[in-house]
């Protein structure tokens, strides 16, 4: 019996076991892939405040460092179910059930991939999923960003302040994002609008250097320097539906103070509704998340 369980050993569970052990509560972290989560596949890191450049495997080791010295016991294991009875939470994994009388839900989020040649090779080294992570590396480059919805749109928008140009690369007629944004982009000039174009390939040796696109006018090569795939990001929340509800878009739903509707369970990070996800403020959930868990584990009776 812990007093908290954290899903996720990402930026916003461990900034939560951090917080959790600091504060004097037993804590159980569960993660299912890789530590660090998404930041462990982040090449360079530029903006955590305070920080001019690290590695995103650094950052991720460092995190865990941090949290495992406090004493916040650590399973290579994969939630796949959440119950309550009563005042008791229990998470389930292949390997077993843990009790507890929280749960923060840190579990993140996947980023879609385009699936064309050279996306793979080329991750990391000019193809780009995060414009607001990445987009100060292009400053000065041409670059593509590939999407139709809002947040390709407001990646455009982002990097059209960077680079010289942005190639807006959607593969219907119409942009499926908001109206407002849809017009904020049609009004600034350094973005080319391509409709009804599929990428095909991502071409470069060392980097990305052009894009192979099939457009109405055929199959043709778009130089670039890089390229962001802004096709959406997978929330991964059906595990814990129920009894917790989702949002329209599969996240979990909480505001700001990390609550579910479910007292003692707590939703942090990419996994949960909101609108920005990036490191400051996965770990900011974190921090958030593991706070208000112990204010109700001081406000509850023992189980
Ligand atoms: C390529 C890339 C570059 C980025 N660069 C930057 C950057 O430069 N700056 C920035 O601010 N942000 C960047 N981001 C975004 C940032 O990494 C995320 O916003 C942040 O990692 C979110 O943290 P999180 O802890 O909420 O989720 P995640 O990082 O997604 O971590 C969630 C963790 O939970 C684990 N997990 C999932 N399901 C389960 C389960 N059922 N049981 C147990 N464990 C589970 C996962 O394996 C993962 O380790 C980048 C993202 C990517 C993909």
Redesign the pocket.
């Known amino acids: 019996m812990y007093d908290i369980i954290i ?7 461990l900034t939560a076991a951090l917080y959790a052990k600091r504060a004097g509560f037993s804590t159980l972290l ?10 462990a ?2 090449p ?5 405040p305070g920080t001019r450049h690290i590695s ?1 495997s650094d950052f991720a080791a460092n995190l865990y460092e941090q949290s495992r010295a406090l004493g916040a016991e650590l399973r290579l ?4 179910a959440l119950e309550a009875e009563g005042a008791l939470r229990r998470v389930s ?1 292949s390997a077993g059930r843990y009790e507890a009388r929280c749960v923060i839900l ?4 996947k ?1 879609r991939k385009l699936g064309v040649p050279g996306e793979e090779r080329l ?2 080294r000019g193809v ?3 414009a ?3 987009g100060n590396f292009f400053r000065g480059k041409e670059v593509a960003v590939v999407g139709g919805g809002n947040t390709a749109l407001e990646d455009a928008l982002y990097l059209a302040a960077l680079c010289p140009k942005v190639h807006l690369i959607h593969r219907r007629e119409r942009f499926t994002g908001d109206a407002h944004l849809v017009d904020s982009v049609r009004d600034v000039a350094n973005i080319r609008r391509c409709m009804d174009t599929r990428v095909l390939e991502i071409q470069g040796e060392a980097s990305v250097s052009a894009l192979r696109l099939e457009g109405p006018r055929g199959a043709h090569i778009l130089p670039v320097s890089g390229v962001f795939a802004a096709v959406g990001l997978i929330p ?1 929340n059906e ?1 814990f539906a129920p009894p917790l509800e989702l949002d329209a878009y599969g996240y979990l739903q909480a505001g700001c103070d990390c609550r579910t509707p479910l007292p003692g369970v707590f939703a ?4 949960r509704s909101k609108q920005l ?6 770990a900011a ?2 921090a958030t998340a593991a706070f208000q868990a112990g204010l109700y584990l001081h406000e509850m009776q023992p189980v």
């Open positions: 899903v996720g050993g990402g930026p916003a569970g569960l993660e299912g892939g890789v530590l660090g989560g998404q930041a596949a982040t360079d890191i530029e903006n955590w995103g294991e994969a939630a796949t994994t840190a579990n993140g989020v980023r991750a990391g780009s999923y995060c607001t992570c990445d991964d595990a942090a990070g990419d996994t996800r990036q490191l400051v403020t996965a959930d974190g």
